[in-house]
């Protein structure tokens, strides 16, 4: 059994707990150390609700990703629990984390060709991509949307160009390359959306006019 921990709101006390199978056949779900249900994955295919003590509803389900990988979320009244996976911080923030990684890399390569007197003029394409990735990575973990857009760019088309680069495509492969393309697309297009997401629940409240003040104070007829 694996124990999974959430909080109700966000920098709050972990107080849903979740007990699963490897394989989900067996999911115990616990809110304040006093048990709410068991179900079995079939269950949670479909959705499962529960009424917590405040009348607010903790809904539980399990979604397929890409190659039947399985994906658990956990919502309060429609809203993702912190750290769950529908949170759209903990998405953008694991789409940043992949592609600051990347940066890394590219940045750590070429300084380390450069600073054996072997670098060309691709090297130093690598090095500006790679330094440009990494500045919009520090815009996009404070959940900027143009960063996030920017460097999932980055990162899509640095990819592409060495697929094309290293010339190996041919028909056996192409397929693999084609779907790994296509995961790499899915993956960065969560963290844009999170972004997004995240930057409309940022967005000010806009509060009605003020009534004009003659008419605030405004005398009973005589």
């Known amino acids: 059994m ?28 616990r809110v304040d150390g006093v048990e709410l249900g068991r179900v079995d994955r079939a269950a ?35 809203h993702p629990l912190p750290g769950s996976e529908g949170d759209p911080v903990k998405i953008l923030h694991t789409t940043v984390i992949v592609m600051a990684i990347f940066a890394g890399v590219q940045i750590a390569f070429s300084v380390l060709v450069a600073g054996n007197d072997r670098a060309d003029a691709s090297i130093y394409w690598l090095l500006g991509a790679g330094s440009a990735l990494a500045l919009l990575c520090l815009r996009a973990w404070h959940h900027s949307v143009p960063a996030t857009i920017g460097a999932s760019l980055i990162c899509f088309a640095e990819l592409v160009v060495f697929f094309i680069a290293e010339g190996n495509i041919n028909i056996g492969n192409v397929l693999s ?7 790499l697309g899915w993956f960065l297009m969560r963290g844009i959306r999170a972004a997004r997401e995240l930057d409309s629940i940022a967005l000010p409240i806009r509060q009605p006019p003020e009534p004009p003040r003659h008419a605030m104070h405004r005398q009973p007829p005589l």
Do not use: C, Q
């Open 2 to 29: 694996f124990t999974l921990r959430y909080a109700l709101e966000r920098r709050g006390r972990k107080r849903v707990e979740v007990r699963r199978s490897l394989d989900w056949n067996e999911v115990v779900v």
């Open 44 to 78: 949670l295919m479909e959705g499962v609700e529960f009424a917590l003590r405040d009348h607010s509803i903790l809904r539980v389900w399990l979604e397929t990703g890409p190659r039947g990988v399985p994906f658990f979320y956990l919502t309060r009244n429609g």
């Open 177 to 183: 390359l084609a779907f790994g393309l296509g995961l």
